[in-house]
C-alpha cells in the first residue's frame, strides 16, 4: 500500500544508550527525539529498535556488573524496561510524539500467523503516526526463543514495516577493513555493495561490556537487508544529527546498498530469512551452489556435502558454500537423519533405498522455500 511518508527504523546498541558510569544516556534519549521530531518534518518515520534493558536495570537492582545467570537477566530486563520505556515517553511527549513499547521473542516471530499479526500492529502504529519502541522481551526469553541480538531483529523490523532505511547507532563510525582499536591501517568503508567472505573476516567480536552484539551481527543483518532491497547504515551514535542527515541524503558512515534492479522478495521468503533461527545447517559443493545463486535452482540432496544440527522437516536451515559462507536459508524438505543418508547421493539412488523412498523426487529444499542472500 503506498504511503506519503518514508520510514526509517534505528537500532540503538547499549553502549550508545549507557554510558561508562553505567547511567542512561537520559540526553542522548533527548537527541533523538529530536530527531524524530525533524525527520517527521521532512516526511518520514521512525521505528526505533532499542537495546539497553538489562544495563538500566542491573544497577538500580544494585549489581555492580552485568550478572550472568538467567534469573538475574531477566529480573533486569524487568526493571529495566520500565525505566527505559518512562524516558522514552517523557523525551517523545515533550516534542509532541506518542510512542509505544513491542516486546518480541522467536516465539512470537517463528509463526507465520504471529509473524503476520506483528507486521500489522508494528503498520498500524506507523500509520497512526507513533513512535513504536521495539526490544526483545528479555524478561521471559531463554536460549531457544532468544534473538541473540537486536541488531537481527533490527533487519526483522525493517522487513515487517517495509523500511527505506535501517540505520545502526553504534560506538563506531562505519565498517573498517580490520578492527580500528586494533591495527593502525585499518582503512574505513564508506560503501558495500556486496557483502563477501573478505567483508565478513574484517568483523570482530563486541567490545562493550554492557552488549551483546558486533560488527558480524551488523553485517550480517545488513546482508539479509541488501537481500530485501533495504539500505542499512552503521553510524556512531555520537555523529550529530546523524539520522536527519541521511534523510537528506547525506553520507553518514558506512552504507549497505542493496543490489540495483533487484526483484521484489516475496514476503514468505523475508518470514524464512527472519523469523526463525536456524536448526541446522547444510553445506553444499559448488555445483549446487552455484545452481543455487545463479540459477535459483532448488536444493537437491545430490549437492549436499554435509548436513549438521538436528531437526524435523519444515525446520529452517541455513546453506553453507564449500568455504563456509552461509548463502542461502530454507525450510528443509525432510528431517536431519534422512537428509544426512541421502546428502550426495542422485534420485535413482534415493528411489532404490527403503528408508530413503519418502524423499524420492523431492528436492531438501524447495526453491519456492528458499532465500538467497544477496
Not at 94 to 106: E, M, N, Y
Not at 336 to 346: F, I, Q, V
Not at 356 to 372: F, S
Request: hydrophobic content about 45%; glycine content about 8%.
Amino acid at each position: 500500500m503506498a504511503t506519503d511518508y518514508k520510514t526509517m527504523v534505528v537500532k540503538i546498541g547499549s553502549s550508545t544508550l549507557v554510558g561508562p558510569d553505567r547511567a542512561l544516556r537520559r540526553s542522548f534519549i533527548a537527541g533523538l527525539a529530536d530527531e524524530a521530531r525533524r525527520l517527521r518534518a521532512m516526511g518520514w518515520r521512525l521505528v526505533v529498535v532499542s537495546s539497553g534493558a538489562i544495563a538500566c536495570g542491573a544497577p538500580v537492582l544494585g549489581f555492580t556488573a552485568r550478572p550472568t545467570d538467567m534469573p538475574s537477566l531477566q529480573a533486569c530486563a524487568s526493571v529495566g524496561q520500565c525505566v527505559l520505556s518512562a524516558v522514552y515517553d517523557e523525551e517523545f511527549r515533550a516534542r509532541d510524539l506518542l510512542t509505544s513499547l513491542v516486546l518480541l521473542t522467536r516465539y512470537d516471530t517463528a509463526h507465520r500467523s504471529s509473524y503476520l499479526h506483528a507486521r500489522d500492529t508494528l503498520m498500524r502504529l506507523v500509520e497512526l503516526g507513533v513512535v513504536p519502541v521495539v526490544n526483545e522481551n528479555d524478561t521471559v526469553t531463554v536460549d531457544e526463543i532468544r534473538f541473540g541480538d537486536n541488531d537481527t531483529l533490527a533487519a526483522l523490523v525493517s522487513c515487517l514495516v517495509s523500511a527505506d532505511l535501517c540505520v545502526t547507532l553504534s560506538d563506531i563510525d562505519g565498517l573498517y577493513t580490520a578492527n580500528p582499536m586494533e591495527d593502525p591501517d585499518a582503512r574505513f568503508i564508506p560503501r558495500v555493495e556486496r557483502i563477501d567472505a573478505a567483508i565478513i573476516a574484517s568483523a570482530g567480536d563486541s567490545s562493550s561490556a554492557v552488549g551483546t552484539g558486533g560488527m558480524i551481527t551488523k553485517i550480517r543483518a545488513s546482508r539479509i537487508l541488501m537481500t530485501a532491497g533495504i539500505a542499512s547504515v552503521i553510524c556512531s551514535g555520537a555523529e550529530e544529527r546523524a539520522l536527519s542527515r541521511l534523510a537528506a541524503g547525506e553520507s553518514v558512515g558506512t552504507l549497505f546498498a542493496p543490489p540495483a534492479g533487484r526483484c521484489e522478495i516475496a514476503p514468505r521468503k523475508l518470514w524464512i530469512a527472519l523469523g526463525d533461527a536456524a536448526h541446522g545447517t547444510v553445506t553444499v559443493d559448488a555445483g549446487a551452489a552455484e545452481a543455487l545463486v545463479r540459477r535459483g535452482s532448488s536444493l537437491l540432496p545430490v549437492g549436499i556435502t554435509k548436513v549438521e544440527g538436528e531437526f524435523t522437516a519444515g525446520a529452517t536451515l541455513d546453506v553453507r558454500d564449500p568455504d563456509g559462507l552461509t548463502i542461502a536459508r530454507g525450510l528443509a524438505q525432510a528431517g536431519s537423519d534422512e537428509l544426512k543418508l541421502a546428502a550426495g547421493r542422485h534420485q535413482d539412488e534415493i528411489a532404490a533405498n527403503r528408508l530413503l523412498a519418502a524423499l524420492a523426487g523431492k528436492p531438501a529444499i524447495h526453491r519456492d522455500e528458499l532465500i538467497v542472500f544477496a
